[in-house]
């Protein structure tokens, strides 16, 4: 990124000869502070060149990593403190004129932003002119935004898209034998009926498999959040834009958060003209519909813990009342994936268990530590599964479209560790793909509490950390390496078996569909009812 630009200084009188001799010296004093905090003075800024008409000083800047609005305001300093203490010369107003950046990478951005006079890109470069911005809109947050926003463009352009980290941390002994159960799980349940594709991404999880799922589920509650004393609360499952704006979703993944819109009015005799189109054709055209509605003002549940942060947004915490556990199981979260649905495992409408923590740093990573030490535990000893878990690019980054390098793994810093288990019908545990990612555990720093102002009263610093258990995939999980017969399941699912006999499957003259299904469901049920 290179900037350029001339600022033009005001001043409160004519300088004379002597003023001027007096200017280059200053001039000097004016380059070291544009190269201050830049270890090497090359990426900082400098005066090119510089002249003096009628009360006005003007400088041609150049720079690489100082921001031209903040170069602008060394300027400003710098003489004030010379020419002001040396020889009363006041500034009166100061302005940055023909301001251009260049940057690496040929980018789109929106010609009508905020400052934003005209783009060229070519030949692997993009130039922004700016419009002339006075002393008020340098000092503006918005100009900082876009000029932010340029910033992480220029990162994303060099390095091609999204920039994935992924570091295993640790890996799980090989525990399974050679007489792998090695179907795909997914094929079983549908075919035995026991869920069926409702539309696209979402299904209908029948009594038995809701079994299935809440069994996991409840096993994981027992073992591993309860005892960690999380305490249950419900979230919403819609949430207001402002929500997203906060979070940052609604830049990074707005394009598979799914909206939701209200009716127009409440008053069903303006709907006459929708409803007896319905009546008479029977039919619904989502476009007719789109007429009575208002705009998206919701969109529903994507990361699971925003109303978490909002609850505690603009409160004030004390020592008392920290750290704060909860956890949230109460519905479905909904993610878009377009064409990389399949089965159980990448669904639109998915459920999960989510676990949030708000304390001090220290406490934050305490708690995270205690709950990676309790899904290993789970995972190794509780599940006896294959699994491994990687230090990859916090969920919180990506999902706000933020490209920040991802440090060297450093547990006790900010980030995200997922959980992954073998799915053996996808291949040799040697292939990454054959991984399935079932949750993940982070600790955000201030990502949330800043946005949100959730406060320590005695400003110390306050974090959050939140981890998911998304339990359709660990049922498939489950499935892939244990399978459905349950002598061959861990010991704490029989058991749960036996205290909880599962409810019967559903069976009707034509469902489930094939005949093979049906053998199938018999020989599961056979296992289950043992
Ligand atoms: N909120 C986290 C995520 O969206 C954990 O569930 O990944
Ligand atoms: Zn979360």
């Avoid at 499952?237 to 819109?261: C, D, W």
């Avoid at 978490?308 to 556990?325: A, C, M, N, R, V």
């Amino acid at each position: 990124m290179r900037y350029r630009g001339t600022v033009r200084v005001e001043l409160s009188r004519d300088l004379t000869p002597d003023d001027l001799e007096d200017v280059k010296k200053a001039l000097e004093e004016v380059n070291r502070s544009l190269t201050k905090g830049f270890k090497d003075p090359g990426e900082g800024g400098k005066v090119v060149s510089w002249g003096y008409t009628e009360r006005v000083l003007h400088f041609e800047i150049e720079s690489r990593k100082l921001r031209i609005d903040e170069a602008a305001m060394r300027i400003k300093n710098s003489l004030e403190t010379s020419l002001g203490s040396r020889r009363k010369i006041g500034i009166r107003n100061i302005r940055l004129e023909n301001a251009l950046i260049e940057i690496d990478g040929e980018i789109r951005i929106n010609v009508r932003l905020p400052f934003v006079r005209n783009i060229e890109a070519s030949n692997g470069s993009t130039t922004i002119y700016l419009e002339a911005l006075d002393e008020r809109d340098l000092k503006k947050p918005i100009l900082l935004r876009l000029l932010r926003l340029l910033n992480e463009k220029e990162t994303r352009a060099k390095w091609g898209g999204k920039a994935e980290h992924w570091q295993l941390i640790k890996k799980s002994r090989a525990k399974l034998d050679v007489l792998l159960y090695t179907e795909d799980p997914n094929k079983v349940l549908e075919e035995t009926g026991l869920v069926k594709r409702f539309s696209i991404g979402q299904w209908l999880y029948t009594p038995l498999a809701t079994y299935l799922l809440n069994m996991l589920k409840d096993v994981f509650l027992q073992e591993v959040v309860l005892p960690l004393g999380f305490v249950e609360a419900i979230f919403p499952k819609m949430y207001p834009l402002e929500i997203g704006l906060k979070t940052g979703h609604l830049r990074g993944t707005i394009n598979s958060m799914v909206f939701a819109s209200l009716p127009k009015t409440y008053n069903i005799e303006e709907f006459e003209e929708l409803t007896d189109y319905i009546y008479v054709t029977n039919e619904v055209p989502p476009e007719e519909v789109a007429k009575y509605l208002r705009h998206p003002e919701y969109f529903l549940c994507f990361a699971q813990c925003e109303p978490f942060y909002w609850f505690f947004g603009s409160e004030l915490l004390d020592d008392s009342s920290l750290p704060i556990k909860w956890f949230d199981r109460s519905g479905p979260s909904f993610r878009w994936e377009s064409g990389g649905i399949y089965g159980l495992e990448r669904v639109i409408e998915f459920h999960r268990v989510e676990i949030v923590w708000l304390g001090k740093p220290d406490q934050v990573i305490e708690i995270r530590n205690d709950l990676l030490k309790a899904y290993e535990r789970f995972m190794d000893e509780v599940l006896e599964l294959e699994w491994r878990t990687a230090w990859v690019t916090p969920w919180y980054y990506e999902q706000s479209g933020t490209t920040e390098k991802v440090e060297e793994f450093d547990i006790n810093r900010p980030g995200t560790i997922d959980f992954e288990l073998w799915l053996p019908y996808k291949g040799p545990r040697e292939e990454h793909k054959a991984w399935l990612e079932v949750g993940n555990i982070s600790i955000h720093g201030t990502k949330f509490t800043e946005p949100f102002r959730i406060k320590h009263n005695r400003g110390e610093t306050l974090w959050t950390g939140c981890s998911g258990f998304g339990s359709q995939r660990w049922l498939i999980a489950f499935l892939a390496q244990k399978g459905f017969d349950p002598e061959k399941w861990p010991e704490i699912t029989r058991e749960y078996l036996n205290r909880n006999p599962p409810p019967e499957p559903i069976v009707t003259v034509t469902y489930p569909k094939t005949r093979a299904g049906r053998e199938e469901l018999g020989k599961l049920i056979k296992f289950l009812k043992r």
